[in-house]
């Protein structure tokens, strides 16, 4: 019930089926607030087909954003992050997502504020960081505000095959996820259905400087996606498996 925003990469039915029944279930539940879906062009008639079939009425809000998957480009914006729509290789048009958070406004130290008796000016340039003259001697912006936020950033590019194009889009991202969904020796396979292989990914990520790789969307071949890291770390060392329900903090 805390989702605002849902982003859907494309209308593979592994990637959609799930949405009718959980927007059921925030119905049930008797959610109020809006929702904002994003997804590739198709997905608004997608739900609406299903809730006309099924006599289903969105007793809330539902705002839809459809993304052009061959462009990237800010597709949506909110106070605290900006979301991109990365373009990948798939059998349906398909696009990742970039999300950056934004800087955060700069706050000053409460005991700096009565230590130094500072105005309504003073505390507009220090926050521009700017430095200003006290009767106690300069003031530097370093040593009244608190310490900068860094602001951070995530990817997800799933389902794709091996695309290269995307690196410059993902350079120096903090978390990114890629699905890999065979193990190099099914190459032509991957290949053929629009899919990464370990080292796919592990190459986008290794030629893109992230600092983190998430592997996901394994075949069924792999019930113990162990082999999938492995292979993966021989290229890109930082890497670990996706487990669906799991927070990964940034
Ligand atoms: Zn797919
Ligand atoms: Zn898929």
């Known amino acids: 019930m805390k989702i605002e925003t849902i982003f859907i990469s494309h209308l593979h039915g592994d990637h959609v089926y799930g949405l009718p029944g959980l927007v059921t279930s925030m ?15 198709g997905i608004l008639k997608y739900m609406e087909q299903i809730a006309e079939s ?19 480009q800010m597709i949506y914006e909110n106070d605290t992050f900006s979301a991109y729509s990365i373009p990948l290789s798939h059998k349906v048009p398909c696009n990742g997502y970039l999300f950056r958070e934004k800087d955060r406004p700069l706050n000053i130290r409460e005991e700096v504020i009565h230590e130094y008796q500072l105005s309504t000016e003073e505390i507009i340039a220090l926050k521009e960081e700017r430095s200003i003259q006290t009767k106690k001697g300069i003031l530097s912006p370093g040593e009244a505000l608190y ?17 290269p194009e995307i690196i410059p ?13 065979y193990l190099d020796e099914y190459k032509e396979k991957a290949i053929q259905r629009g899919h990464s292989t370990t080292c796919d990914a592990a190459t986008i990520a290794k030629e893109s400087g992230v600092r983190k790789l998430l592997l996901g969307h394994p075949s069924s071949k792999y ?7 492995q292979e993966a770390k021989t290229i890109f060392e930082a890497t670990e498996f996706a487990v669906e329900g799991h927070t990964y903090i940034i």
């Open 27 to 41: 119905i049930l539940l008797g959610r109020k607030e809006p929702l904002t879906i994003v997804g590739p062009k």
């Open 169 to 181: 889009m993902l350079k120096g991202v903090d978390v990114l996820y890629h699905e890999a969904t």
């Open 223 to 229: 019930p113990d996606v162990d082999i999938l890291v």
């Open 147 to 163: 310490i900068k936020h860094r602001a951070r950033s995530y990817a997800y590019c799933s389902d794709t095959s091996f695309r």
């Open 54 to 72: 099924t006599f289903t009425h969105f007793n809330f809000p539902i705002y839809y954003i459809e993304t052009t998957p061959s462009l990237f």
